[in-house]
């Protein structure tokens, strides 16, 4: 006979499975830092004449939607109708961004800014192992003109949008104007507006519906001393941002929820091993957004993307997790 709590569970399972059957009858709009991830592979077999630095011979080189556009083709990968917008710089990066959106099947809104470059992570990895990363970016909050033209993209949606959710870098897209803007749609739509946040821009944040720090981010947005409880910490957000609901990311101890009307739940990590932690809080992020789009509790939705979490670093190379592996991963936990 199951118990009451695999029943549960069972209905859990269930209702997860028809909601990401459903992922793709929606639409989200993602907002935010929009980069471009490079990786220069090689091999390293001398030092350099010219100074004492190993010289990489190139063997591959590769590149993939970082930032916000990870959280977009995450979100793609999940089967959900995406609408990106955000700024690029007038550059060759600028343009394999879009064009990569576009294979994605995205509707890309790309403000362009001149005066920016496009962000670029570049890794350079000799025998498998990262030797240095090259970061191209301007860390500055958008001006006055640029603003105002990703806030006329946004205007310009008039497509029926189910979620809005917010990818912050901290490389100046997410201000507080493009907030205000986001945090109006959302409520004349009523639609979840969810932030993936950055500690500086906190005072930013108002109007959000849910926003999903890592620890380290949560703590340092509150004032918190580290051995401070997650609970308490999570009430500090809420109290702090007026934001209804909070889910703190926690690594490999996985997560902590807390909402006005469930109160808080600790989630354990899902991971068996690990490979590659990068990209998790976006991978967090889409599917957690997606399914509070569908119409999830917090709780639900975070049990979600903390499984899709744990798919996600136990990948090598890809930052993505797609809505059969979900499915699966579901039915391995039985239900
Ligand atoms: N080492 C790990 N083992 C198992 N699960 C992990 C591990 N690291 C991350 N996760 C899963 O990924 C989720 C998000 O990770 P984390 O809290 O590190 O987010 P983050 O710091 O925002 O990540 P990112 O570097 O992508 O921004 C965790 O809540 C957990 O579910
Ligand atoms: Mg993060």
């Known amino acids: 006979m199951p118990g009451k709590a695999d029943s549960r569970r069972e209905q859990v399972n269930t209702q997860l499975q028809t909601m990401i059957h459903n992922f793709s009858s929606l639409r989200l709009l993602v907002v935010g830092d929009i980069m471009l991830d490079r990786y220069v592979w090689g091999d390293v077999e001398r030092i350099s004449p010219e100074a004492p630095v ?18 977009a083709r995450n979100l793609c990968d999940l089967g959900v109708n995406v609408i990106i917008a955000g700024v690029v710089g007038k550059d060759s990066a600028g343009e394999s961004v879009r064009q990569m959106l576009m294979a994605h099947g995205m509707h890309a809104e790309l403000a362009i800014d001149e005066e920016r470059p496009t962000t670029v992570k570049t890794r350079v990895i000799a025998q498998g192992q990262q030797v240095v990363r090259v970061d191209r970016e301007c860390k500055n909050s958008l001006g006055r003109a640029m603003t105002s033209a990703l806030q006329s993209a946004l205007d310009s949606i008039d497509d029926p949008i189910d979620g809005i959710v917010v990818s912050d870098y901290a490389k100046g897209v997410v ?18 507006l969810t932030i993936d946040p950055k500690p500086c821009n906190a005072p930013n944040y108002k109007g959000a519906t ?5 620890e ?14 997650p609970e308490v910490v999570a009430k500090k957000l809420h109290e702090q941002l007026k934001v209804p609901k909070v889910l ?13 009307d469930e109160g ?9 091993e690990v490979y590659d932690v990068t990209g ?14 569908s119409g999830a509790t917090l709780f639900d939705a975070a049990e979600l993307a903390n499984i899709a979490a744990g798919l996600v670093v136990a990948k090598v190379g890809t930052a993505s ?15």
Request: hydrophobic share 40%; aromatic share 2%; with cysteine.
């Open 54 to 71: 190993p010289v990489l011979q190139v063997k591959r080189e590769d590149q993939r939607l970082g930032g916000a556009a990870n959280v």
């Open 175 to 192: 201000n507080r104007e493009i907030v205000a803007l986001l945090s109006d749609m959302a409520s004349s739509r009523h639609i979840e």
């Open 210 to 214: 849910t926003i999903t720090p890592n």
């Open 216 to 229: 380290q981010e949560a703590l340092a947005m509150t004032g918190s001393a580290v051995s401070l409880e």
């Open 248 to 260: 703190i990311t926690r690594g490999p101890r996985g997560m902590f929820a807390w909402n006005v």
């Open 264 to 272: 808080s739940k600790e989630i354990c990590s899902k991971a068996r």
């Open 280 to 293: 998790a809080g976006d991978t967090v992020a889409a599917v957690l957004s997606a399914s509070l789009a």
């Open 321 to 335: 997790v797609s809505s059969k592996e979900l499915l699966e991963a579901l039915r391995g936990r039985g239900g």
